[in-house]
Structure formats: C-alpha cells, structure tokens
C-alpha cells in the first residue's frame, strides 16, 4: 500500500475569482519576466541581473498585499 490518501473537498469559485487568479498569476509570473527580458535591450546587463534577482522578494510582497497572508 502507498502513502495516505488525502481526500479534501474544494469551494467552488465564482467567475470573479477566476478573473482574480489570472490577473495574480499573470502579475506575479510572467509579466514582469517580459518587461525584464525586453529591457536587456537598453540597460547594461548587471543592473538587469540585480533586478532579476529581486523579483523574488517583491513576489513575496506582492502576495502578502493581495493576499493578505505571509507565504515563503
């Protein structure tokens, strides 16, 4: 036998929360990677490295303001 089956049951969403969702997984995921990349064009890449870097940290904030709950 395997390990223990967790069974939970999910809420349903209202559509509301699924535009919610996207806009947050969008924002926190991919759009700043674009704007990031497409600014390698014009700033020297060791300022693009640092700000890379600190994409990070502000996921972190960012899901604390939307969220409204401390996650690392």
């Known amino acids: 036998m395997g390990g ?5 049951k999910l809420s349903a969403l209202k559509p509301i929360d699924h ?5 947050l997984a969008l924002s926190m995921c991919s759009v700043h990677h674009i704007f990031i990349y497409s600014s390698t064009q014009y700033i020297p890449s060791g300022v693009v490295a640092v700000v890379f870097s600190t994409v990070s940290f502000f996921n972190i904030i960012y899901n604390f303001i939307f969220t409204e709950t401390f996650l690392v």
């Not at 223990?4 to 939970?8: D, G, R, S």
């Not at 535009?19 to 806009?23: D, F, K």
């Open 4 to 8: 223990a089956a967790i069974k939970t």
């Open 19 to 23: 535009v919610y969702m996207v806009l």
